[in-house]
């Protein structure tokens, strides 16, 4: 069974970073893609970056975010990151981690997800 923990977030002023982290655990996971997504009081689950496990990491960001968070992974210890850079009141949310086999659309495996709160 597919696990996903992660841990991380906390309170930081606007222009501040965090650093995210997923454990992944429960298989192999060279043929899936991984991601992080994030959703606000009120608002829809939005997604946020993802990156391939295998091969050269093909990353993929919401124009949100781009230029501001880094996704990456350590494959010999199963884990991903989001390194958030230059944090926003609007990047406050709940930060899920993901994860889908290749083959499919949908991220179907979730995490508990961690609170980022970023004051202005």
């Known amino acids: 069974q597919v696990q996903l923990v992660e841990s991380g977030g906390g309170l930081v002023q606007a222009g501040g970073s965090l650093r995210l982290s997923c454990a992944a655990s429960?298989?192999?996971?060279?043929?899936?893609?991984m991601g992080w997504f994030r959703q606000a009081p009120g608002k829809e689950r939005e997604f946020v970056a993802s990156?391939?496990?295998?091969?050269?990491?093909?990353?993929y960001y919401a124009d949100s975010v781009k230029g501001r968070f880094t996704i990456f992974r350590d494959n010999a210890n199963d884990m991903m990151y989001l390194q958030m850079n230059s944090l926003k009141p609007e990047d406050t949310a709940v930060y899920y981690c993901?994860?889908?086999?290749?083959?499919?659309?949908?991220?179907?495996?979730w995490g508990q997800g961690t609170q980022v709160t970023v004051s202005s």
């Open positions: 429960g298989r192999s996971f060279s043929s899936y893609r």
């Open positions: 990156i391939s496990w295998s091969g050269g990491g093909s990353t």
């Open positions: 993901a994860a889908r086999e290749v083959y499919r659309s949908d991220y179907a495996y």
